[in-house]
């Protein structure tokens, strides 16, 4: 996804699948993060970051990319 925060400086985003996965998800950035959770993608918490949201929301359409913060064309 290509996004502007709210200071509307342009990043990337990657959103990316696992087709399978080996042992245990662990934070090694808690300064950043309170951790991992699980949530079904169209159950997400009301606190799941927008951009996050949204470039979930279009990988679950199959959308290889998206935008977010710009100004429509």
């Known amino acids: 996804m290509h996004f502007r925060n709210p200071e509307e400086e342009p990043r990337i ?3 990316l699948t696992a087709r ?5 998800p662990a934070n090694l950035e ?3 993060c309170a951790g991992p959770s699980w949530y079904l993608p169209d159950q997400l918490p009301n606190t799941t970051v927008p951009y996050s949201a ?6 679950l359409k199959g959308e290889p ?4 913060g710009w100004q429509e064309p």
């Open 13 to 15: 985003g990657w959103f």
């Open 20 to 24: 399978q996965r080996t042992g245990e």
């Open 30 to 32: 808690p300064h950043k």
């Open 54 to 59: 949204l470039g979930i929301a279009h990988c």
């Open 65 to 68: 990319f998206s935008v977010h």
